[in-house]
């Protein structure tokens, strides 16, 4: 069984490239001006690489999130996927979380999966990027049709938060 991995990279590495098991990479460069993005998502106050990243901040609970259903991520259906990215914290109240969330259709919202990643427990400075993962094994019962969501959310943060350069890549399960 493969694994899915997001994967984010800094100004001074490599961009962010699709490779073998590559699902989903976003800088965000592209983002900008697509899917009437809300003021305040998409911000170029901060960038791991080019101009642009996602942000939360206690305006903004949740980030510009992506969303597609399962097959259409995930031909093969996988089930073991990584995800990473680069993560910013502008001070000690930068608490916000890295979700990946499945439910069940775009009309139905009951979860089969749900994960987080806590932003201030795994990046400890502020102000520099640090590389994140969070390794997601969807269940059994995840089916083709469920719909995958991530995005970076708030959680009662009282200071802004940064993702950027994120890839999702399909993992042999361990």
Same mark, same amino acid.
């Given at each position: 069984?493969?694994?899915?991995?997001?994967?984010?990279?800094?100004?001074?590495?490599?961009?962010?490239?699709?490779?073998?098991?590559?699902?989903?990479?976003?800088?965000?460069?592209? $983002?900008?001006?697509?899917?009437? *993005? /809300?003021?305040?998502?998409?911000? &170029? #106050?901060? !960038?791991?690489?080019?101009?642009?990243?996602?942000?939360?901040?206690?305006?903004?609970?949740?980030?510009?999130?992506?969303?597609?259903?399962?097959?259409?991520?995930?031909?093969?259906?996988?089930?073991?996927?990584?995800?990473?990215?680069?993560?910013?914290?502008?001070?000690?109240? $930068?608490?916000?979380?890295?979700? *990946? /969330?499945?439910?069940?259709?775009? &009309? #139905?919202? !009951?979860?089969?999966?749900?994960?987080?990643?806590?932003?201030?427990?795994?990046?400890?400075?502020?102000?520099?990027?640090?590389?994140?993962?969070?390794?997601?094994?969807?269940?059994?019962?995840?089916?083709?049709?469920?719909?995958?969501?991530?995005?970076?959310?708030?959680?009662?943060?009282?200071?802004?938060?940064? *993702?950027?350069?994120?890839?999702?890549?399909?993992?042999? !399960?361990?």
């Amino acid at each position: 069984m493969a694994s899915l991995s997001l994967m984010v990279s800094c100004k001074s590495e490599v961009p962010v490239t699709t490779g073998e098991g590559s699902l989903l990479a976003n800088d965000f460069e592209a $983002s900008a001006g697509w899917n009437d *993005v /809300q003021e305040g998502l998409l911000t &170029t #106050d901060k !960038a791991h690489s080019g101009r642009w990243s996602v942000q939360t901040n206690p305006g903004i609970p949740f980030s510009y999130t992506y969303v597609r259903q399962l097959d259409r991520l995930d031909p093969k259906l996988t089930r073991a996927y990584e995800l990473r990215g680069w993560a910013l914290r502008a001070s000690t109240g $930068s608490t916000a979380r890295l979700v *990946v /969330q499945v439910t069940r259709s775009r &009309t #139905d919202t !009951a979860k089969v999966f749900y994960r987080t990643l806590d932003i201030g427990k795994v990046v400890k400075s502020f102000n520099k990027w640090q590389a994140v993962t969070l390794p997601v094994t969807l269940p059994a019962t995840a089916a083709a049709t469920n719909e995958v969501k991530i995005y970076l959310w708030n959680d009662q943060a009282t200071a802004p938060t940064y *993702v950027d350069d994120l890839q999702l890549t399909a993992v042999a !399960a361990n």
